[in-house]
């Protein structure tokens, strides 16, 4: 008789991969660890292969036909979820309201604007926003605090989100105009910001928790957003990177000095568009994913950028440190 392994026991198979362990498992899904024991038993008799290595070691470990079968479970769970939402999506109205996490790498004209669009169009859709920094956006929007999320920090991998490209940003180490290191008319090294106070911003919601990027200096100080870091700099007490669309003016108008610095990475990131598989996106989140699209992927690359403020410094505007 052919294998049909039920949805229930392929849920606790993924549940067993993904955390380690029948125990770590078993508190997940707030089951008996014996009842899971007994599951995976019951899909292993049903396929007539081994899914996991036991031999006495603590923590059971994937068979080779484990792993390929990993990669199945996933992808019918997944269907199923899909299945589901278009389900719902058949019998979905108007939304009563909309909980959005934005990313702060996301320029505030973007945000502004399509707000504004937002309320024209929605009146009657109730809108919560929480606007924060690195892992916040995905963080909130796999626990289900948030319908939507526009950010970029893709930090884990998480089945249950689904992640859509629909723009890029980049961040650019700035300095006050009067700061040690705007004042410096030459590329930098990482001699030269060794020994200066670097403003770095905490992610809160743990995902990054044990990493930095971009730490050049020795001597750090830790803020809880960027609005702060961004403050700071621009009063002339470190220096640190901060989202181009956020000092282009500051830089135009001399508060800030874009520096060239080598050593930090300016690469362009993407943006993405978050949503849990199992929740559709109504009219209204729809509405907001596209009109957040149609701006951010018309956002200036790193190149565009940067000849941007050339031209303003040849127009007699200060712009970058040579």
């Given at each position: ?66 792993n ?8 019918i769970?997944?269907d ?28 505030s ?10 309320r024209?169009r ?15 956006v995905?963080?909130?929007?796999a ?6 999320g ?39 090294t ?14 809160a919601?743990?995902l990054t ?22 403050q700071l ?6 220096w ?7 000092v ?21 990131y993407p ?24 701006r ?27």
């Amino acid at each position: 008789m052919d294998a049909n392994p039920t949805l229930d026991q392929l849920q606790v198979f993924l549940a067993v991969a993904e955390t380690g362990s029948f125990s770590a498992a078993a508190r997940a899904l707030n089951r008996a660890q014996s009842v899971v024991s007994y599951t995976i038993s019951n899909l292993e008799a049903q396929l007539e292969v081994p899914l996991f290595e036991r031999n006495g070691a603590r923590q059971p470990k994937l068979t080779d036909a484990g792993n390929a079968m990993l990669t199945d479970a996933r992808r019918i769970v997944a269907d199923l979820q899909v299945m589901r939402a278009r389900a719902k999506s058949i019998k979905q109205g108007l939304e009563a309201e909309l909980s959005l996490a934005i990313s702060v790498m996301v320029p505030s004209e973007s945000v502004v604007t399509a707000l504004r669009g937002f309320r024209e169009r929605f009146p009657t859709v109730a809108l919560s926003l929480n606007v924060g920094e690195l892992g916040m956006v995905m963080d909130t929007v796999a626990s289900g605090k948030a319908d939507i999320g526009i950010g970029g920090a893709i930090l884990k991998q998480d089945d249950s989100v689904i992640a859509e490209k629909i723009g890029h940003s980049f961040m650019l180490p700035v300095a006050a105009a009067d700061h040690p290191l705007g004042r410096i008319e030459r590329p930098l090294t990482l001699a030269d910001v060794r020994e200066e106070v670097q403003l770095v911003v905490t992610d809160a919601s743990g995902l990054t928790k044990g990493r930095d990027f971009n730490v050049l200096s020795y001597k750090t100080w830790r803020v809880s957003d960027i609005a702060t870091k961004h403050q700071l700099i621009k009063g002339g007490l470190g220096w640190g990177g901060l989202p181009a669309a956020l000092v282009r003016k500051d830089i135009m108008k001399g508060r800030l000095v874009a520096l060239k610095l080598d050593a930090y990475e300016q690469g362009e990131y993407p943006i993405y568009a978050l949503r849990r598989a199992s929740n559709p996106p109504g009219p209204a989140a729809s509405w907001i994913v596209d009109t957040f699209r149609k701006r951010l992927s018309a956002c200036p690359s790193h190149a565009d950028f940067t000849a941007m403020l050339e031209l303003e410094a040849g127009k007699g505007l200060p712009a970058a440190a040579e």
